[in-house]
């Protein structure tokens, strides 16, 4: 049985270019029936949500947010659910704007407690 993202507090591993998710940055992960939620906060990023589904190990989401400079951003983005060794989660991202030109990958992984 795949693990639940349900009330799961998640962050970057690294630190993308100004504007966009970061180290900073904090996802609170909902899930229920096959559909995956979030909302987050942190560095660059004023509010953001993100809403989609889940099929097994996959989310496919698209992601609206707003940034501390004034500006809007949207996109889509397909994750691979892995479980790490220690029991906890990371999001493996391919990503790309919707809003603009760009793509890229990324890693968030499931914060511990003392790192929310």
């Known amino acids: ?52 589904t889940r099929e097994g190990d996959r989310l496919d989401f698209r992601y609206v947010q707003l940034r501390t400079d004034g500006t809007t951003a949207s996109g889509h983005c397909v994750s691979t659910v892995v479980e790490l ?12 704007w919707e809003s603009g030109p760009g793509s890229g990958t990324s890693v968030v992984e499931q914060l511990t407690e003392d790192a929310r």
């Open 85 to 96: 060794p220690d029991g906890r989660v990371r999001l493996e991202e391919t990503w790309e």
């Open 1 to 52: 049985m795949a693990v639940s993202l349900d009330g799961l507090h998640l962050a970057p591993v690294a630190d993308q270019s100004a504007g966009q998710v970061g180290t900073r940055t904090r996802f609170a992960y909902h899930e229920q029936d096959g559909a995956v939620w979030a909302e987050y906060r942190g560095g660059d990023i004023v509010r953001g949500h993100l809403v989609g």
